[in-house]
């Protein structure tokens, strides 16, 4: 499933990279995979072997009227293929694409307690500076973690939070025990 995915992410992302509307799309694959998401009755029409498909794509015509062609289109082939529950890891492959494609870096920074928006700002600033890419900040509250901070840079982990300290401490402890 990940494979085809990837395949059918890749054609329409090529496909809007040629023709310049690779932001156009992006949204549009979002606000479908979200309407299939939010509404279930949508989902089991499209994803249902009992709905032929030709009533899925009259269904899907109707319901994407005004949306790019080439994504009405792409839509059509899933329908065709019957590969339109694959939607959601084609979305995410998609975006992971737009997110290389745009030089994006994802930063998510959680804390004990919460930051204020400079000091995050300023963090992401930084990281951003340093990697030389756009950061996507990303800022959240987990008490759990009783202080310092988690700082999750793409899929890097800086973890200076008290609790790993403490568990860092007990390994450390019960290695001299043994």
Request: net charge negative; hydrophobic share 40%; aromatic share 6%.
């Amino acid at each position: 499933m990940e494979e085809l995915a990837r395949v059918y992410a890749r054609s329409l992302f090529e496909v809007g990279r040629e023709q310049g509307k690779l932001d156009e799309l992006r949204e549009q694959v979002v606000q479908f995979a979200d309407a299939l998401d939010e509404h279930r009755e949508l989902a089991v029409f499209f994803f249902s072997p009992y709905f032929s498909s030709k009533e899925k794509q009259e269904g899907l015509g109707r319901l994407l009227e005004d949306a790019d062609p080439i994504l009405v289109n792409f839509l059509g082939l899933l329908i065709e293929n019957h590969r339109m529950p694959v939607i959601f890891r084609i979305r995410q492959e998609y975006e992971r694409l737009w997110d290389e494609e745009n030089k994006m870096l994802p930063v998510e920074i959680t804390s004990a307690i919460e930051l204020d928006q400079a000091t995050t700002e300023s963090l992401g600033k930084t990281i951003g500076e340093r990697a030389g890419r756009k950061v996507t900040l990303a800022a959240r509250v987990d008490p759990d973690i009783l202080g310092g901070i988690v700082v999750r840079v793409g899929n890097s982990i800086l973890d200076a939070s008290i609790r790993n300290r403490l568990e860092q401490l007990r390994r450390h402890v019960a290695q001299g025990a043994s």
